[in-house]
């Protein structure tokens, strides 16, 4: 099975500030990638699909890239909506969520 | 739009098994593959299985093959998750979901979960 490994697992941000979170496929996975948002009590909400492509409604200071078997996510601007965790998922070969990173205010 | 209503919140002791449903609406159920997705808690989310709403055709991921049976039932647009011999680390909220159709597709859609807990 295909693993991803999801880093770092928490990070610190402010207001306004930009992250990166990265993930990496233990093989090719092509671009069949995917980014979640998840806050406690919510079902996670779909971001990116297909490495880079952003899903119909999600706000452009998300953006996704990468393809084979690295890949990131980066958040602009950062708001204070967007304090959550965050997973990749890879769905090329059934189906693998990295570990998460939780994405705290500083 | 699809929206996925799954059932309420269960309490089970352990080595008894669990059944969670998940009604699908606003599209056509045979059109779309349903998954169930494991959110224990502190922990990530895991893959569980899925089902095929036409045919009921079933993939399971391999920690939980065995122990899960998906079902579907066409007639009332309804799959369903049943896990057995539960356990302690089982205690946990289950997500079914789906995408665009698609056996390939990210989760568009998702239920409003149902947290299952085990305890004696």
């Known amino acids: 099975d295909i693993q991803m490994t999801q880093s770092p697992s928490t990070l610190s941000a402010s207001v306004g500030g930009r992250i990166t979170i990265t993930c990496r496929a233990s093989?090719?996975?092509?671009?069949?990638l995917a980014w979640y948002q998840k806050k406690p009590g919510q079902a996670p909400k779909l971001l990116i699909y297909e490495a880079s492509s952003l899903e119909s409604g999600v706000p452009s200071r998300f953006s996704g890239s990468g393809s084979g078997t690295q890949f990131s996510l980066t958040i602009n601007s950062l708001q204070p909506d967007d304090f959550a965790t965050y997973y990749c998922q890879q769905y090329n070969s059934r189906y693998t969520f990295g570990q998460g990173t939780k994405l705290e205010i500083k | 739009e699809v929206q996925l209503i799954q059932s309420g919140a269960e309490v089970k002791k352990p080595e008894t098994s669990v059944k969670i449903s998940c009604k699908l609406s606003g599209g056509t159920f045979t059109a779309y593959y349903i998954h169930w997705v494991k959110e224990a808690p502190g922990k990530g989310l895991e893959w569980m299985g899925l089902v095929d709403g036409q045919d009921g055709e079933t993939v399971y991921g391999p920690k939980f093959r065995g122990r899960v049976t998906i079902t579907v039932d066409a007639s009332t647009d309804t799959a369903s998750m049943e896990l057995n011999s539960l356990r302690s680390e089982d205690t946990a909220v289950y997500f079914c979901t789906t995408g665009s159709g698609d056996f390939v597709s990210p989760y568009r859609f998702w239920g409003q979960g149902t947290l299952v807990t085990v305890s004696s």
């Open positions: 093989q090719s996975i092509s671009n069949r």
